[in-house]
Structure formats: C-alpha cells, structure tokens
C-alpha cells in the first residue's frame, strides 16, 4: 500500500529555514517523480518543484533560488529545503508522487507552514 507522510512544518520567522519531509512506502522514490505543492487558503493549489527520476528537479519562480528538493533513496525520501522564507510562503505543503511531473497519482496528507512576518 502506498503512502506519503510529510512532516517538518511549523510557525517560523520570515527569513528562517525549514526542510519538509516526504517519506514513501509501498514504492520507490527513485523511480518516480515527487512534486511539492502548497495551497494557502483562498489561493489555488501551486506547485513548487518537482523531482523526476532522472534527478532532474525544476522551481516555480515563486520559489527558484530559495528552495531546494532532493531526494535520499536510502531512506526512500524526498526533501524541500527552504530558506529565506517569507509570510507569503505560508500554506500546507502536500508532496505527491506520479509517473512524471506532469500527473500526480498518489498524496500526502500534508504539513502546515506558517511564516510570521
């Protein structure tokens, strides 16, 4: 059975780091794509990066240069470093997993980020 279990969020000054944490089981992260996204209220659902299973990772330019994914296939888990954090980053953070990084099949439940200001 498939699931993804984020954690690593909480309430941090703009400015400040956190690094998510996306752990999978039932699958191998090495041979799938594993996106980030964010969705703050009232906002729709944004994607921040992906990880395909290639290596090769790409940004939104909301976040390009300040966030970092990457992924550990010892531990069958896939981070987001995030550093310079600002209050508009605040959002839960969902990491899923698909195929490529255009269709996602599986989710986690998500972690909430909260950046005061």
């Known amino acids: 059975q498939v699931h993804l279990v984020e954690s690593g969020g909480g309430l941090v000054q703009a400015g400040s780091s956190l690094r998510l944490s996306c752990a999978a089981s039932?699958?191998?992260?090495?041979?799938?794509?594993i996106a980030w996204f964010r969705q703050a209220p009232g906002k729709e659902r944004e994607r921040v990066s992906c990880?395909?299973?290639?290596?090769?990772?790409y940004y939104s330019d909301s976040v390009k240069g300040r966030f970092t994914s990457s992924r550990d296939n010892a531990k069958n888990t896939v981070y987001l470093q995030m550093n310079s954090l600002k209050p508009e980053d605040a959002a839960v953070y969902y990491c899923?997993?698909?195929?490529?990084?255009?269709?996602?099949?599986?989710w986690g439940q998500g972690t909430q980020v909260t950046v005061s200001s």
């Open positions: 899923a997993a698909g195929e490529s990084c255009s269709y996602f099949d599986y």
């Open positions: 039932g699958f191998t992260v090495e041979y799938y794509a």
């Open positions: 990880i395909n299973s290639s290596g090769n990772t």
